[in-house]
């Protein structure tokens, strides 16, 4: 297995293990709004990390390699609130070309 699947494995267990948490720590029992707006936002944000190190990192230096194009157009699309089928052929398409062209 490589170090990619074994990151994926153990982010998928603790994001398990937190989920579980609350409702066994607290007892069936509401968990405060500001602990639940966190665990909320954690998953997210270490899929947000996931993307960027595979994307931008490489032997422990920034890459700017096609796929910096891809995640761009994809982020540019998404802001003009492109459906997402679009943004993913649009940055499939955006890096295919700079693949291409370099």
């Known amino acids: 297995m490589t170090t990619l699947w074994i990151t994926i494995a153990a982010v998928a267990v603790a994001s398990a293990a937190i989920k579980a948490a609350g409702p066994v720590l607290v007892g069936g029992g509401d968990l405060p ?22 994307t931008f990192g490489e032997d422990q230096h ?12 994809a982020a540019l ?5 492109a459906p997402v089928l679009v943004v993913v052929a649009l940055a499939v398409v ?5 693949r291409a062209l370099g």
Request: a positive charge; charged letters at 10%.
């Open 77 to 81: 699309a998404l802001a003009l609130r």
């Open 33 to 54: 709004p500001r602990v639940s707006s966190v665990i909320a936002l954690l998953a997210p944000a270490l899929l947000a990390a996931l993307v960027v190190v595979e």
């Open 94 to 98: 955006a890096t295919a070309a700079v």
């Open 62 to 73: 920034l890459v700017l390699d096609p796929k910096a194009v891809g995640v761009a157009v």
